[in-house]
Nanobody, 124 residues
Framework: QVQLVESGGGLVEAGGSLTLSCAASGDGICVSAMGWFRRPPGKASELVAAINSNADNSYYTDAVKGRFTITRDNDLNTLYLEMNDLKPEDTALYSC?????????????????WGQGTQVTGTA
């Protein structure tokens, strides 16, 4: 049983920064790829960033490239998302998810375990 708990969301002015954390527990979490998804108000969920189990490769959706950084600390079983230069369009519920194997996938169905999410609101 994998459990994921996000924290670090909040209200931030345009241009500001936030770092989200995802505390993971459960069997095999260190050998699983992980990802951050976000669901803007009234829109579908999208993959924002993903990282392999050993952090040797990562992915970013075009809208956040150069502004967001995904990292993980397998000793602490924690996933992070550093968000810089936040924009109002980054407003969403951000959730972390763990994958089925060590390599990340762009397909949401490849992430069977999800946290409840943390709200990020960017103001103009």
């Amino acid at each position: 049983q994998v459990q994921l708990v996000e924290s670090g969301g909040g209200l931030v002015e345009a241009g500001g920064s936030l770092t989200l954390s995802c505390a993971a527990s459960g069997d095999g979490i260190c050998v699983s790829a992980m990802g951050w998804f976000r669901r803007p108000p009234g829109k579908a969920s999208e993959l924002v960033a993903a990282i392999n189990s050993n952090a040797d490769n990562s992915y970013y959706t075009d809208a956040v490239k150069g502004r967001f950084t995904i990292t993980r600390d397998n000793d602490l079983n924690t996933l992070y998302l550093e968000m810089n230069d936040l924009k109002p369009e980054d407003t969403a519920l951000y959730s972390c998810a763990s994958g089925q194997g060590p390599l990340f996938s762009l397909a949401p169905h490849s992430y069977p375990n999800w946290g409840q999410g943390t709200q990020v609101t960017g103001t103009a």
